[in-house]
Nanobody
Framework: VELVESGGGLVQAGGSLRLSCGASERTFSEYDMGWFRQAPGTESEFVAHISWNGERTAYADSVKGRFTISRGNAKNTVYLEMNTLKPDDTAIYYC??????????????WGPGTQVTVSS
């Protein structure tokens, strides 16, 4: 599965961005999808996950209530709507495809990432 993110950029604190991720596979709808992020000097961090049919979502506590993950299986696309952005949200954001099993999401495929920078 090839994944390509778009929609990153520079935004002021309190602003919004919408990330998109396009997938190459016709079987896109069979995968659970997720977003991770990595800030400089830190390990990658889980951000959000959505099930293959869109019925289940999960978020990191740090973004709960501010970020919304969604998907459009007809367009092979997953989205991350980010509101009330904070400087701490600055990171490279990665789209992933994988599987949710036994209470956790595992990412199998990763996109190249898109930079999100939030200025104070």
């Amino acid at each position: 599965v090839e994944l390509v993110e778009s929609g990153g950029g520079l935004v002021q604190a309190g602003g919004s961005l919408r990330l998109s991720c396009g997938a190459s596979e016709r079987t896109f709808s069979e995968y659970d999808m997720g977003w991770f992020r990595q800030a400089p000097g830190t390990e990658s961090e889980f951000v959000a996950h959505i099930s293959w049919n869109g019925e289940r979502t999960a978020y990191a506590d740090s973004v709960k209530g501010r970020f919304t993950i969604s998907r459009g299986n007809a367009k092979n696309t997953v989205y991350l709507e980010m509101n009330t952005l904070k400087p701490d949200d600055t990171a490279i954001y990665y789209c992933t495809a994988g599987e949710y099993r036994s209470g956790s999401y595992s990412a199998w495929y990763w996109g190249p990432g898109t930079q999100v920078t939030v200025s104070s």
